[in-house]
């Protein structure tokens, strides 16, 4: 165990992957994702899952003084984009790799205290033809997050490589990781809790491209 694996409070802030139903009304509530996993394998930690279903990167400034300023977290986890990207194809409704960048780096710059921070790539395993299309809008909001984890010192967890790298291996190919592309089945949450763990104890400035392991 290393000196990471302590009572810390570790606060996820999201969309529907970190939020993985979780009961809203029920501050213990973890979901049953990949936040949950952690908890598990942490049991000495404090464990805050504020992931929201949908959210893009703007729903979560909306929401930031009251679900994330006042958690005081030891260490923060920020994973957004995919819904910056989705609701272009679903809603025509856009979201610039630009303006996702304007955003994020205002979230960045209202981070209560000063957290150890982990930045989670957000990922698509394309599992329809029309989705192998979405990766090229998909590609900008992952060199933000890429990005931003460099410049401010955090921890990137790249799933996107990762998941890709796993689905093209897998006997049930992507759709056995996440059946539409996006939500993970278990064994892909699994995936990601163990990529996040490995981030958590390695420290900052840390690309992960081993820390989660699939089998087919």
């Given at each position: ?78 994973y957004v ?47 329809r033809e ?87």
């Amino acid at each position: 165990m290393t000196s990471t694996d302590s009572a810390e409070r570790l606060v996820f802030v999201g969309d529907s992957i970190t939020d993985a139903g979780r009961d809203r009304g029920d501050d213990t509530s973890l979901g049953d994702g990949y936040v949950s996993l952690v908890a598990r394998d942490l049991p000495a930690a404090q464990v805050i899952n504020r992931g929201i279903g949908g959210d893009r990167a703007v729903d979560l400034e909306a929401r930031w003084e009251r679900d994330v300023a006042p958690t005081a977290p030891d260490v923060l986890t920020l994973y957004v984009g995919v819904n910056d990207m989705w609701r272009r194809f679903d809603s025509a409704d856009p979201t610039s790799a630009e303006a996702f960048e304007t955003t994020y780096r205002r979230l960045l710059d209202r981070v209560p205290g000063s957290p150890r921070l982990v930045l989670v790539e957000p990922f698509l395993l394309p599992v329809r033809e029309e989705q192998h299309g979405w990766l090229d809008d998909l590609a900008g909001k992952r060199a933000v997050v890429t990005r931003l984890a460099a410049e401010r010192g955090a921890a990137l967890v790249p799933l996107h490589g990762l998941l890709t790298a796993a689905a093209a291996t897998h006997a049930g190919g992507a759709a056995a990781l996440a059946p539409d592309g996006v939500h993970p089945a278990p064994e892909a949450s699994r995936a990601i809790a163990d990529a996040w763990l490995a981030a958590y104890r390695s420290g900052a400035q840390t690309i992960v491209d081993n820390g989660a392991r699939l089998r087919g």
